[in-house]
């Protein structure tokens, strides 16, 4: 299990479950090659959510599919079946017109690299600021330091027959990020790099995420760049087959593993029970849960602060990476104390059914989390 320095609040910004806030959301999508008797489908009914600042990797076997649903988000090929919303623009039935504004905010990156033969690596670079109408003399410092940064600062103006395989492609990556997109689509873009500059590719990437909200989808085989991603996604057959949220299971997992019911549990039953969580939002003032209750659900909070009321009487409060409610994983008994929400909050939830599913496989183990809760009483 990866952990990591970063604060909870930073894992969890991209988590926001806003739906307005998608940058990319796939439902339903379907997709057909050929005609007639040759018609084949290839993407099958695939759903798949995207955030901004969010680093999506799609693996997959080879004829699976990955291209394909990347092409159909980059808008270079038509949505046939299911809808596909790019900032919250339906490309199904969306007119050329339109489309051809929405590229303006995807960067794309492919094996083939696609370089004008005739223009050095700036001016390659630079066509991409033409494009937006922005000038000279603010691009060029901007292309030389993007340039330099991949390790292209003795060849800036090289043209593409003059460098070699890896460093066109770094030059296709300069051209791609320099208008700072909104959304990245790359297609394997560090197989033809060496261990270094891949890596540099990569941090560019995440440096943009994090900075400028840029979403971005990787398709690579190269798992030395896996743990860039907030999430993986594995294609088979044109099904996504699973969708896991790395970031997010590492975080929970390091959050309820300090809770002594959970500190026992194996590696894989952990993530089984923070890929069940469901991140909930609650307003300012708003109870989260009441005095009284009878509770079914145990609660991590992701962002905010809350206060523990008893009796009306304010008697404690928590904040991020804190959790409460975990009697009733175990025990139909009223809840003790309200829980307030005090500004905006988000809180990963457990409920008991599925808690219970995940841990009845462990009898030894439903033993210890008994023990542990009494304990804590
Ligand atoms: N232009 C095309 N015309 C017909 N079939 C295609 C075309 N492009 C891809 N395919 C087929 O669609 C399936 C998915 O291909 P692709 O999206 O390229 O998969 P991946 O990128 O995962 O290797 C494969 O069976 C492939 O042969
Ligand atoms: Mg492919």
């Known amino acids: 299990m990866k952990t990591d320095s970063k604060t909870i609040d930073e894992l969890l910004k991209n988590w926001d479950p806003d739906p307005n806030s998608l940058r990319v959301r796939v439902n339903g999508l379907g997709h057909y090659y050929g005609t007639g008797d040759a018609r084949k489908q290839v ?22 599919g990955k291209t394909t649903l990347l092409t159909l988000i980059g808008t270079l090929r038509s949505v046939q079946e299911g809808s596909l919303k790019i900032m919250d623009t339906e490309l199904l039935g969306l007119p050329s017109k339109d489309i051809v504004e929405l590229r303006k905010n995807i960067g794309f990156f492919f094996q083939a690299h696609n370089l004008f033969e005739s223009l050095s690596a700036y001016q390659n670079v630079r066509m991409a600021c033409e494009l937006v109408n922005r000038k ?40 791609g990020v320099i208008n700072k997109p909104k959304l990245i689509l790359a297609d394997e873009p560090t197989a033809a790099l060496d261990a270094e500059s891949g890596r540099e590719v990569v941090t560019m990437f995440q440096e943009l995420a994090s900075q400028t909200g840029c979403t971005i989808l990787i398709v690579t085989h190269d798992n030395r760049i896996l743990d860039v991603a907030d999430r993986i ?36 039953n952990l993530t089984a029970v923070a890929d069940s969580m469901e991140l909930r939002r609650f307003d300012a003032g708003q109870p989260i849960i009441q ?87």
């Open 233 to 268: 996604v594995n294609m088979v057959d044109g099904h996504i087959s699973s969708n896991v949220m790395v970031q997010r299971s590492a975080t929970i997992c390091s959050i309820i593993r300090e809770f002594p019911a959970f500190s026992e549990l194996t590696a894989s």
């Open 291 to 377: 005095q009284g209750d009878v509770g079914t659900e145990f609660f991590v909070i992701a962002k905010g602060d809350v206060d523990i009321v008893i009796d009306g009487n304010r008697v404690n409060s928590l904040k991020s990476g804190d959790y409460f409610g975990e009697v009733a994983l175990i025990k139909d008994q009223p809840r003790n104390a309200t829980v307030l929400a005090k500004e905006p909050t988000s809180c990963f939830v457990l409920d008991k059914d599925e808690f219970r599913s995940i841990i009845d496989a462990s009898a030894t183990f439903e033993d210890e989390v008994r023990q542990a809760i009494f304990d804590r009483q």
């Open 43 to 64: 993407l099958f009914n695939n759903t798949l959510n995207i955030s901004p600042g969010e680093i999506v990797i799609m693996t997959g076997p080879s004829g699976s």
């Open 136 to 175: 000279e003399s603010e691009a060029k410092p901007k292309i030389e330091q993007v340039l330099t940064r991949l390790g292209l600062g003795e060849r800036i103006h090289y043209k593409p027959k003059s460098l070699s395989g890896g460093q066109k492609q770094r030059v296709a990556i300069a051209r």
